[in-house]
């Protein structure tokens, strides 16, 4: 009954469409001084800048033969003759606002711009690319998300939503109910495109359409959770106002009945350089200019910020210069401390991390001097007034505040004996690493307590895991001279990782499983590009059992990743950033390489074709090698406030709050493993931490087992993935809006051609493979149906009562297009095709030498639900 219900309906749409098509070719023909053509004879011009419409003439044989066509720009009439490659189908714009890019008859790279252009106009930002969602920055408000629109979503079918952020939710969350599998949703998307707006979204939609036992989870806490983590890990960038700086992993956790159950956050990978240290025209985290502005009353006068002055030239804490920016701040603290009080936290808990917070802004004042000379020269803080402060806030001495910073060896463990600091670069660079690792440490502690209030030891059967990254750096795009640095090269590279990740489940993957069940598809015209080997450039580890059979060989054995080389140069004594890039071009300078590491002008700047050489991006190695290294100080910072005389410190760092599945749960990448179910469940991260500890001074392999370990993760659940596009570079700099804010009206009226920068958006496009992953989808067998599954749901529609019923009774009961299926040698599994060609696709095949068949089918599973599933969402 279902599948012919289905089928018809589906052929209904497609017959409206085909009509649609009809009446447009129709209308072509009669308005022949407008357009003189019919529908299909139109195309798109693509061109450097973007692409126009275009009409295609009638062609003569030079024309064919030499690979030209004559045309005709449909704005200007302008004949012109142009490549055959410079051209694409342009579709009928009956198809302009279309949901789904598979849906139209030319998938193409002009025609799925135009249409997400075209849909942006209409305030439509999210489109679908089969499974993946696409979403592009507003650059205004919209009402979009609310209460409201999140019951529309609530117990729905993935095929009878419109694209949008709580669709793919709840799609995850329905996936997860039927499979009992733990989903993934993965945000990926240049610096400001929109991750972390949609990732709250979609924890907000979760939240609140899931529900959770007892409402311990409610949207006021999971607002609360996201204040708090942007106030400690976000900042402004020249490419985003408020800049994700950390990786979070937020694990929902559900119970039998489809409820949230518990909750856990990891935090991995944070840019803690940042917090030591402020390079020019960049800021400090956010939570360091709010404590100051928005501290007061008694709070203020505990924290010693009674007389802070409006210059902006600390060395750690940016100071909003402005009024309107001041009294901002200071209500942007007010709702973090806030958000503290909504999650039920202890508030003395919260004023030791305020205490820590305030320690910085006293020590960046208290700054270092040498005194004496020679061997006998020490280091010590220059404002020993501002020291003391500092040191009676963290509940320590002066003499072990002293000694925490400045009583570090040079081969990196601490001797309180030795002062080995003589020159003043040095000295800043203890304290700033003492920095460094205090505003770990509160970070830390604010996740554990986060945690604490939103994980419970409740039995839990599976969970959504939503991923929130740094997007991807290009300090060039926002127009910045400085080259982009260590951190940005990080954040890229998980990026590339994620990218990888991409590749591989929505192409390498389905093609793998195609050839392995035989299945044939027409891959022709469907180029790929792979993110592979830039991973590789830069992660490759060394390889010691190579056998040496050539000078290829001897030479890929040698071969390692940048990362790897950053590693090695951090340990010689004698080598710093020249000797690094010496290395780094002796391994990738041939020309074997030259598509994706360039050398530049420059001295100490190299760049890296990054996303399939969608973005290049140029490096400023600066301070890179010494940076690769721990710094000793970092670490004294943990036991320094292990030690602390106040109670309220101290609580935090011993016994049950951080430390309590044993062990160290922050050591300057990680924080949050405390608390976790989920990630407890799936402990790739706790083991590839481990392992990174076996070097755990060594920054540049940390990075590279996380992210080792986030990848393995999300490789182990099922994967949603949202691609997140810029319209304007600066796209990211708009203004934050409230959810009840009013909307930017002079955006939304601005014409969308002129608010839509084509090129960049075609960029991102390529450089996230959605166009070839879509076309796969298209052309492919996305679902895949184990056999006897299919005769259990589908059994009842071959008419047969009382039988052991076969896939061919089902199929020729119902008269299926035998084009429409095709059955691989493998008994287990069957493989269906894609919607609007194969309304009800069933692809059968059948293998005669095991006299078996095979069935796969392009049904929407989930609508045959299990009753018990149904009852459980709306519950
Ligand atoms: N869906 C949306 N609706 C309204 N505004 C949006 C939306 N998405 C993004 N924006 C605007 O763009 C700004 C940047 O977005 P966001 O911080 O989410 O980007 P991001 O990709 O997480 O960047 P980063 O990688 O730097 O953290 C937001 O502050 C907001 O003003």
Redo the contacts with the bound molecule.
Sequence with gaps: MFLKLRSTIICHNANELQQEQHAQEGNGNKNAAANDANVNDRVWLVHRGGFCAALRLPQTKAHLENHKVVIQLLHNSEEMTVDEDDIEKMNSPSLDLIEDICELKHLNEASLLHCLRQRYASNL?HTKAGPILI?V??????SLYSEKVVSMFRGCKTEDMPPHIYSLAQTAYRTMLETRRDQSLIFM??????????FK?ALYYLALAAGSYNNFLNADKVNSVNIILEAFG?TK?C??????RLTQLLSLDFDQTGQIASASIQVLLPERQRAGRRLPNEHSFHIMTRLLAGACGSLQKELHLESIPSEDNHPFVSLPQKLEDRQRSAAEFMRTAQAFETLNIDPRAVRGIWSILASIYHLGLAGVTIVGSGPTARTQFANPSAARRAAALLGVSLEDLSGAAFNVNASGSSSPSKTLNDSPDLAWECLEALIIGLYSEALAAAIALINKAICTSAHTIASIILI????FQNPASCGSQTGATLSDLKHNYLQERLQLLFHHNTLVAPRDRYAQELVEIDTEGMPETNPGPLVSLIDKAPQNHVVRSSQRDLREQDRRGLLWLLDEESIYPNANDDTFLERLFSHYGDREHQTLLRKCNGSKQFVLQHLQGTNPVLYMVNGWVRNSREHPAIRNAGSLLQDSSRDEISRLYIGSLTRSSGGIVFCGSFAGLEGTHSLRRVSSIRRSFTSAGVKRNSIMLQVKFTVDGIIDTLRRTGTHFVH?YLLQHN??Q????SAGGSPNTSALQTSSDELVNIPLLRSQLRGSQVLEAARLHRFGFPESVPLNEFIRRFGLLAGESNKDVTVEQILSANELDPATYRIGPSQHQIFLGFAQTLPCSIRLQSDRKQNQIQLQLHLDIVAVLDPNLERMQHD
């Excluded at 490419?239 to 994700?244: D, G, K, M, Q």
């Design positions: 930002i979403v920055n507003p650059m205004a408000p919209l998307g240049r610096s400001g495109s929109g991750k972390t707006t949609s979204h976000n960038t490419l985003n106002s408020n800049a994700t929130d990254t740094p997007g997140c796209a990211g708009q203004p934050t809006f």
